[in-house]
């Protein structure tokens, strides 16, 4: 006998809607073991720091239900879970596994993002400075997790038919993600990238003791300047008779 549309809207309510309600609560979870390490981790930190430099800020600070911040000096850790769940694309890896070949809805995963922030773009409120994405957590309804991310995470943290969630996973995550930060520098943008700048940029700039800040490379930047340049330039060029 066939289906009742009723009848199908109830078998996806009971298996796909559970499993992302399931994948939802395992994110929550785990981003709330991540807060409670992370404030370990503050004191255990600025214990360490103020033996040699009892100014270099180490905080950590939770913004609301699903972000946490932890600050280490002039970087900023900021770990913020989505509250939707997600699936992944046909061709991702996931698929190719038995362990989500035997149970699809095991492919719905929550999702939480850690970021690096400049403190000062975080302190001054510099809209328009940006984070670098560090890595993207992955958390299924089994408690199962991958990341997606920066070496040496995205290549440490891929088998997602083993990996569960626990409080050592955490600590090697955080540290991990910390390195990356602390070693990845703020480099100052070429000389003719910033020779001009509008009222409205000096005005910003006045306002929060900062211009425009993005740690991040500047390639792409440079590049597509370098290009506007000279698509500049063209259209300039008087045209042949």
Do not use: W
Request: proline share 2%; glycine share 4%.
């Amino acid at each position: 006998m066939a289906k009742t549309k009723i009848q199908e809207i109830v078998e996806l309510l009971e298996t796909k809607s559970s499993a992302k309600q399931e994948a939802y609560e395992q994110t929550l979870k785990v981003l709330n073991e991540f807060k409670k390490v992370l404030r370990g981790y503050e004191y255990n930190l600025k214990d360490q720091v103020n033996g040699f430099n009892d100014k270099l800020e180490i905080e950590y600070r939770e913004e609301g239900k699903f972000e946490a911040h932890m600050q280490f000096a002039g970087d900023t850790l900021v770990m913020m879970m989505h509250t939707n769940v997600f699936d992944f694309d046909s061709s991702h890896f996931i698929h190719k596994m038995r362990y989500v070949r035997e149970d699809k809805t095991r492919e719905f995963c929550g999702l939480i993002q850690i970021y690096n922030f400049l403190s000062d773009s975080l302190k001054y409120q510099r809209y328009q400075d940006q984070g670098v994405l560090v890595a993207r957590l992955f958390v299924n309804k089994d408690g199962h997790f991958f990341i997606d991310g920066r070496r040496p995470l995205g290549f440490l943290y891929n088998d997602f038919e083993h990996l569960v969630m626990n409080e050592k996973y955490i600590n090697n995550i955080i540290e991990e993600a910390t390195l990356f930060c602390l070693n990845f520098d703020l480099m100052v943008p070429p000389f003719d990238l910033v020779g001009l700048i509008s009222v409205e940029q000096q005005a910003i700039a006045s306002y929060s003791s900062g211009f425009h800040t993005t740690k991040q490379p500047l390639g792409f930047q440079i590049s597509a300047h370098h290009e506007a340049e000279a698509k500049e330039k063209k259209e300039k060029k008087p045209k042949q008779d």
